[in-house]
């Protein structure tokens, strides 16, 4: 991708980025998982991490969240260093959806949901109808209102994907970071999740998400970060970094790019033992051939 095209993405045209690594290195247990790593995350867009497992995308992800403290480097929001913010101010600026959370057992919609705000708290302020108004609207947004009175424990996974998400929406913050949002569901109710995810993209919020689904992250992203190797391999919109030769590099995938027949985005077709021809597949569609 070209210098300048990577430029256009990073300083977009919604605004100065939100969220950046500049030079962070993070490890576990004396092991280095991400090395030197400088990243920008775009306003206004969906941003999806992906790359082969254990390259470093969660990591990368919680990193950005402060959840882990880069040996090196520095993690920036809203032009400050993260590490010197405080925790609740940090919760008021940015939303975090874990990977598989777990909430306890008996705990309702509701109650789960108003926990988004306990960063708004303290001793002068006090919960109020604000609050209330705040956890309703985002009920409604992720069309889980009539859930509200049922346990958490007692819905499908789409639901209750979709009930995490309203806790993030309650803390008020218009940033917000995904790790494998669509984990342990099935086609359906991913894309009923991805589907609401983009919702909110359009309603002004810039999403970072990790996915592992490789069409499901080019069909709902307008920002790809490809990682291997604790490394960025290429950052852009799907139609600018999908390649053959990059799912090669990137996953050692033998694979074809063609159009999506339902989006304008690039559609991967996994090439296996079958040894599909190149010749079956119609031209037209074809954006890259392999050797």
């Known amino acids: 991708m070209s210098a300048e095209r990577i ?8 605004g100065s980025p939100r969220l950046a690594a500049q030079g ?14 400088d990243v920008t995350i775009p306003p206004g867009v969906i ?7 254990g390259c470093g995308k969660s990591t990368l992800l919680r990193t950005l969240t402060r959840l882990l ?3 090196k480097g520095a993690v920036v929001l809203d032009g400050e260093d993260i590490a010197g913010l405080r925790t609740r101010e940090v919760a008021k600026k940015l939303g975090l959806l874990p990977q598989a959370p777990v909430a306890p057992e008996g705990l309702t919609v509701a109650d789960l949901v108003a926990k988004g ?12 109808s604000d609050d209330a108004g705040v956890v309703e609207r985002a009920l409604a947004m992720t069309g889980v209102s009539e859930l509200a009175d049922r346990p958490v424990d007692s819905l499908s996974g789409g639901q209750r994907q979709r009930v995490w998400i309203s806790m993030a929406l309650a803390q008020g913050t218009d940033l917000l970071l995904l790790d494998e949002p669509t984990t342990y569901l099935d086609l359906a109710h ?6 609401l995810v983009d919702d909110l993209h359009e ?16 069909r709902y992203s307008d920002n790809l970060i490809v990682m291997r190797a604790g490394s960025i391999l290429a950052q852009g919109h799907p139609r600018d970094v999908i390649t053959a030769e990059l799912l090669d590099e990137a996953f050692g995938l033998r694979a074809m790019v063609i159009d999506d027949p ?12 079958t040894h599909v021809r190149l010749e079956q597949v119609p031209r037209r569609n074809v954006q890259v051939r392999l050797g």
């Not at 430029?7 to 977009?12: D, F, L």
């Not at 989006?263 to 033992?273: A, K, Q, Y």
């Open 7 to 14: 430029t256009e993405i990073e300083s977009g045209a919604q």
């Open 24 to 37: 962070v290195s993070v490890g576990y247990g004396g092991r280095s998982v991400i090395e030197d790593l």
């Open 203 to 218: 309603s002004g919020r810039t999403v970072v998400m990790v996915l592992h689904d490789l069409n499901l992250a080019t």
């Open 190 to 195: 991913a894309i009923d999740v991805l589907d």
């Open 47 to 53: 941003t999806t991490i992906i790359g082969p497992n």
């Open 69 to 71: 403290k880069p040996a």
């Open 117 to 128: 705000r306990h960063p708004h708290q303290s001793w002068l302020r006090q919960w109020s």
């Open 262 to 273: 339902v989006g304008d985005r690039p559609l991967i077709v996994p090439i296996g033992r």
